[in-house]
């Protein structure tokens, strides 16, 4: 199928950066939506930022103008530029992609990566 493999978490001071990298691997045909989501300890998990193949994004209210999704179609790999980060950004991020696979793209699939932890101090 398609596998997600994310990287650049981290501990960042409150204030400072971070970029998430999410590349996507396998039998892929075409990604339609590539996004990122979080959960924070005893919270839902909740959509951060999405961007479609066509470059058209949209954030959750809490980090407009803070973050800025972005996405390489050739790359098959999505960006997540995290600035003036806030400790309540502290949560574990997960790239979502959805899309066609296979010779043909007949099939349809939606995978999550693994995980990567993100750590603002106050």
């Known amino acids: 199928q398609v596998q997600l493999v994310e990287s650049g978490g981290g501990l960042v001071q409150a204030g400072g950066s971070l970029r998430l990298s999410c590349a996507a691997s396998g039998s892929i045909f075409s990604i339609n939506v590539m996004g990122w989501y979080r959960q924070a300890p005893g919270k839902q998990r909740e959509l951060v930022a999405a961007i479609t193949s066509g470059g058209s994004t949209n954030y959750i209210d809490s980090v407009k103008g803070r973050f800025t999704i972005s996405r390489d179609n050739a790359k098959n790999t999505v960006y997540l530029q995290m600035n003036s980060l806030k400790p309540e950004d502290t949560a574990v991020y997960y790239c979502?992609?959805?899309?066609?696979?296979?010779?043909?793209?007949?099939?349809?699939?939606?995978?999550w990566g693994q995980g990567t932890q993100v750590t603002v101090s106050s």
């Open positions: 979502n992609a959805d899309g066609h696979y296979g010779l043909r793209g007949r099939a349809d699939f939606v995978s």
